[in-house]
């Protein structure tokens, strides 16, 4: 049997999940390297394909660009840290004096628009979505992060062997893509999950060494 249980919002979710109170998690490569190291959990599927950012802008005449470190300053669409693509976007900045400014808005879609619209001047997202909201290429890639293992689940040392082995059955067979069909669609990605390995994992909380509740974890 499992239960399902919704923190309700992100201050719950990492408490919780630091304390080791999940044995099933899905989220996005930092935390699951994270709990790799510190909480002895395993990576059992991911979706298929590379987890990558893009920071894009309007195609615009009388916008100049001159490097992505020259946007200081400038407004970004994008999710609240510790999201990804945050702290993929303050790691080009490393003096603190010189980032840009974030404007947290509440989805994918939603900094798209932003950024089309006029109230931001750039944005960050992933680029499997940013095919799917952009299919006529109106938006300008200003910059591609570097590609990493997309999300996984993981489980924790409550769950055995045994039981690891039937989630990565049921979950990469036919019955699993059939039941993961929307939660896929909602990422970009059309095909079945796949099993996963630890060391594609390991080394990328590194991303996080920088935020409130991961500050144990060591630079890379």
């Known amino acids: 049997p499992v239960v399902f249980r919704h923190a309700g919002d992100w201050g719950i979710y990492q408490t919780q999940m630091v304390r080791g109170e999940y044995d099933l998690v899905f989220d996005g490569p930092p935390f699951n390297g994270y709990r790799i190291e510190k909480l002895r959990h395993e ?5 298929p394909g590379a987890f990558q950012y893009a920071i894009i802008a309007r195609e615009n005449p009388s916008f100049v660009f001159k490097g992505i470190q020259r946007m200081y300053g400038r407004r970004f669409c994008t999710l609240a840290p510790p999201n990804l693509g945050t702290l993929i976007l303050f790691s080009l900045y490393e003096n603190p004096a010189r980032q840009p400014a974030i404007v947290a808005r509440a989805d994918y879609p939603s900094i798209y628009e932003g950024v089309m619209n006029g109230m931001c001047e750039a944005g960050v997202v992933p ?8 299919p006529k290429e109106q938006a300008r890639v200003l910059y591609y992060s570097n590609a990493m293992p997309n999300q996984a689940l993981s489980a ?7 039981e690891r082995a039937r989630i990565v059955t049921a979950l990469t067979g036919e ?17 079945s999950f ?5 060391e594609e994992y390991l080394d990328l909380a ?3 060494r920088d935020q409130w509740g991961f500050r144990d974890v060591a630079p890379k």
């Not at 924790?156 to 045994?162: A, E, F, S, W």
């Open 43 to 47: 990576v059992l599927v991911k979706l």
């Open 127 to 134: 680029l499997t979505q940013l095919r799917q909201l952009d």
């Open 156 to 162: 924790g040392p409550r769950v055995n062997r045994d």
């Open 175 to 191: 019955d699993g893509r059939m039941i993961t069909e929307k939660l896929r669609a909602a990422r970009g990605v059309r095909d």
């Open 194 to 198: 796949i099993p996963a390995q630890r």
């Open 206 to 208: 590194t991303y996080l």
